[in-house]
């Protein structure tokens, strides 16, 4: 297989290109608005004319003679990073102001414009084809009319363009789309035209003459810079249709697209964030491309090139780290908007690079790849001629956009929901007469072809921008809570597992710098105007300057910056991605079971290995650990025992304590019913008590008994107790020895007081023997 995957153009120019500049064939004495073709443009819209007129020192930064070459010009940026020095003044002011792009209605019709290639070396002086800049037509000269047969002779666009100025190029052809793109349009910029016409030069370009991709590249990132209102966030990718196969030209393993609707699966998108960025994405992208030296281009692509920016963008919230109040909440089903309510803008802008059409040709599989080329590219045809049918006679026949990848592809924007601008590039030598008026036969009828693109505004979190702002919320909450209670968690943790949850948080602020880096506006965006940086040389010279070895560091710096974007970019990409998509066959999802638990055990098998040889080091710090954590379990334990000591002498008084209050209450019991028989004793008598009656006098309580109305009280218990030594009083306290034992010891000290009170020598007797007997219970109980 002969076809070679195309080394970008600016690594490589010798090889990659068949010409040098120098050798660059340009008639001027035959093509004679070659030159004057931006001029001409100038003319007929000023927006352009403003473009186009000479720029400010400021933004053009105009070589001049004592500095010869400028490092810092944007082409340089995007295109030299090896060889500056081979950057020329007219390079310098790769674009003018986006904003002085004309505006297009929404009822635009597709821009067509006819770049005539200038005659190669081989092809002679001759041209069959009169340009007329007046009117922007082309006209089959009358000495070819015979080789053009039947054919149209003369046609008209809205361009004509001549020579190799690509700037001009640009401004007329695709300045308008990509402004379009960043207001939220969708936009699609197409090359057109048979093989080695020019539609690589057109679209990629060369060191010197930088295309319509890096210069549309170059004025994205000048139009946020300009736009300090809103925020912006680009993603691309890059894909080739080769022999009716979609493959993803960022992908590391040649992997298949498909396209399952107008989606297309799996497909790598990057998030780039400098001019320098989308370089390296589109250097990688050109690198895998299928190119083959055919009889008519030494470098021929052998595939459709589409390069797709997503551009989302969104007003600026006046506080942009608070939710709008005024904004409900996430709703399954509703509007999810964050940071301030305003809807995210979502735009593609496609640049395609189209296959051309040729000839059969003597290699075999050239002649297999010019088949696919000419069959997608005639599908193409008969889809824009169907649209323009359809357009001009208000009809709705059915458009065979399946008929091919290409169109299958394109179908959400032929159908009219993208702004299209299409570059038809044609070979003016009368040797490719028949090709030529195809190509602009395509032209003419894909001018009839109706669009009416709007702007796309989502208030879901569909958009990358609203995923990133969600993730750096959530990542900010968890930042603070953990700032927050970082003093208190720390107390509890040791030295080492602090260090790891410091080294957590760093981790968390750096990813939010890093999400925060992803999101460009006007104050954050590097649009390659910054001053001058040199190039790295591949080892440091450490003979520089100290200037320029500061210069080298900014420059190394930056660049790891930018791989630290990618690798960001490309982590969650992954983590979006399901491993396998769920309609996969079942053999597919066995098979991925298997490798990721293979994987499982071989990651096992190293964490064993990285353990066991991590060494003594980590042993050490374990057994540190683990004494550390005995000793502390054990005077935990310790002071554990002491507390539970303690409990249990506090039950025993408790329980102590709960005995004598119940004897008190008994003994309580027992004097009121001491009390009580007494008084009935003495009530037989008289009822008023008087036992309560203590003595005053040194008489005792006999002697308050003598004070009583009752005054014979003493009289009759003394001969009671004399004469009757059974009486009933006595009786009944003797026949009530617990009561006696029970007695209350205010009444005992009473008695003891009274040694006259004469009623009580027996009673004290059963008292002293009722306390000798409790003496005994609590010894007992003790
Ligand atoms: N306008 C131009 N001015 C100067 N050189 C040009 C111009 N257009 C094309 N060329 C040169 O012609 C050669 C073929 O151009 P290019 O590769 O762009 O053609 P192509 O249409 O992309 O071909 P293919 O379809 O085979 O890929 C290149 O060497 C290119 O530099």
Sequence with gaps: MSHTRKASASKAPSTTRSETPSERP??????????????????????????????????????????????????????????????????????????????????DKVLVSV????????????????VNEKDDSVQLRSEFARAGGAGTTEYHFDNIV????????????????VRAA???????????????????????????????????MKDVFSYIRKHPKREFLLRAS????????????????????????????????????????????????????????????????????????????????????????????????????????????????????????EKATSDKERTREGRYINTSLLTLGHVIQIL????????????????????????????????ISVICTINASPSAITETQSTLGFASRIKKVHLNAEKKELIDTEALIERYKAEIRALKNQLEEREREAPSRHRRLSLRDQKDDSKAMTDISKRIKQLRGLILTSNTVDDGSSGPRPVSPSKVDFDLAPHQLREELFQAKRKLELQNMQILSLETALEQRPLISTDAPESDKDRLIAELQQEVRDLSVEVRGHERSSG???????????????????????????????????????????????????????????????????????????????????????????????????HSLIEQDSDKKGSALLKRIRGQPSLLEHMPEELEMLMNQDDDFEVVPQMKASVTGAKVSRENKENMIG
């Design 616 to 714: 003594d080091g980590a042993e050490r710090a374990d057994v540190q650990n683990e004494r550390e954590w005995t000793e502390r379990l054990r005077s935990m334990e310790a002071s554990l025992a002491e507390k539970d000591a303690y409990a249990t002498e506090c039950a025993k008084a408790l329980e102590t304590e709960k005995q004598a209050r119940a004897r008190l209450e008994e003994a309580n019991k027992a004097m009121h019913a001491f009390i009580r028989d007494i008084d009935l004793y003495i009530t037989g008598k008289s009822m008023e008590s008087r036992i309560a009656k203590p003595r005053v006098s040194g008489a005792g309580a006999l002697g308050a008994l003598d004070t009583n109305k009752t005054g014979d009280l003493r």
């Design 238 to 357: 890059y894909l080739e249709i080769y022999n009716e196969t979609i493959h993803d030209l960022l992908s590391p393993v040649p992997t298949p697209v498909q396209l399952k609707g107008t989606t297309l699966v799996p497909l790598r998108e990057e998030v780039f964030t400098s001019p320098q960025g989308v370089k390296e994405i589109l250097d990688r992208g050109d690198g895998n491309r299928r190119t083959a030296s055919t009889d008519w281009n030494e470098r021929s692509s052998r595939s459709h090139s589409i390069f797709r920016l997503v551009v989302e963008s969104r007003e600026l919230a006046s506080d942009a780290s608070t939710p709008n109040p005024g904004v409900p909440p996430p709703t399954p089903g509703g509007s999810r908007l964050y940071d301030g309510g305003k809807p995210v803008q979502m735009s593609v802008l496609n640049l395609i690079d189209l296959a051309g059409s």
């Design 182 to 216: 960043m207001e939220g349009f969708n936009s699609v910029i197409f090359a057109y035209g048979q093989t080695a016409s020019g539609k690589t030069f057109t679209l990629t370009g060369d060191e010197e003459q930088p295309g319509i991709i890096p210069r549309a």
């Design 388 to 419: 323009g049918e359809n357009a001009a006679k208000e009809k709705s026949d059915h458009v065979p956009y399946r008929s091919s990848k290409l169109t299958h592809m394109l179908q959400p924007c032929l159908s009219g929901d993208a702004r």
């Design 162 to 177: 001549i020579g190799s100025d690509n700037k001009s190029v640009y401004n007329v052809t695709a300045k308008a789309h």
């Design 115 to 130: 770049r005539v290639r200038p005659n190669k070396a081989g092809d002679g002086d001759d041209i069959a084809w009169k």
């Design 26 to 107: 340009v008639s001027p004495s035959k093509i004679t608005a070659a030159i004057t073709a931006g001029v001409k443009l100038a003319k007929k819209n000023p927006a352009f004319r403003r473009a186009m007129a000479p720029q400010t020192p400021q933004v053009s930064r105009p070589t001049t003679p004592s500095s010869p070459l400028r490092h810092d010009s944007p082409a340089a940026l995007l295109f030299t990073p090896e060889k500056v020095t081979t950057v020329t003044s007219h390079d310098v002011d790769i674009s003018a102001d986006l904003d002085d792009a004309p505006m297009l209605d929404s009822e």
